[in-house]
């Protein structure tokens, strides 16, 4: 927490109207991060745990959205749906939790339509220990496999509840060694995933053009009578030409136009 509340002083304090978003899985532990975020001074602290009533939230939301000067909103689970928090610049994850999905969602209450500006984010993650841990090896997964906090993964949902379990086990079984073992396969899978709703991206964009194409052609064809009675309208009218029928036929088709001088 000492960290974090460094992080926090350190962001405030480069201009008037920093917001943070500090994540954590654990509501007892993100009180006790907003408690230890209080004495700051110039800071604003709110929270949205879900031991709070809704209105106690709801209150707290609009003071951190609302505030003038730096603001800091520390939230556990209950703040991963829903909420429409872009206007924070910085999010800080306190945990990483052992599901890419969620992760996702905690970057969408930042990563909303309209958004000009890049996300920052900070990761407590790693040890003083040389040797990795497994929530290193879990957060290299996230960042070079996944690629979580580069893009969107909200397409590759499927394909993550499909290789958690594996995940899982290699973590359980084989410990962080193992886990990181599992970079390249992982690499491999998501681009061949990406690939794939590339392309059904481009064959859904073509359909859709297919049938705006239609749609127009249609239009067209609805309105072409009503084109044709105006342009012969325009032609007798304005350039004083009169319809020319085919004498022979047995309905009067007209065939052309001719003329007469001003």
Known sequence: LATLRQLVKAFAARRQGRLVTVFCGNTFVARQAAAALRDLGRVTVCQHLRTDPQAQRDR?????????????????????????????????????????????????RLDRLGRTSQIRCRVFAGSALDEMTLV???????????????????????????????????????????????????????????????????LDELERGDAQFAHAMRTVDAEEAGWRQALEGWIVDALRGWRRHEPKAEIAIPVGYEFTSR
């Open 60 to 108: 707290e939301i609009d003071t951190f959205l609302g505030s003038d000067g730096p603001a800091v909103l520390v939230c556990d689970t209950s703040a991963e749906e829903g909420l429409n928090l872009q206007a924070a610049e910085l999010l800080v994850h306190l945990d990483l939790p052992w599901n890419p999905n969620q992760l996702e969602q905690r970057m969408g």
């Open 136 to 202: 290193d090896t879990w957060f290299t997964l996230l960042r070079d496999g996944f690629r979580l906090f580069s893009r969107s993964i909200s397409g590759l949902q499927v394909l993550s509840d499909q290789v958690m379990p594996e995940l899982r086990a290699k973590a359980l079984l084989s410990g962080a060694d193992g886990l990181l073992a599992f970079l390249p396969q992982l690499k491999n899978r998501v681009a061949a995933e990406v690939a794939k709703l590339d392309e059904q991206w481009a």
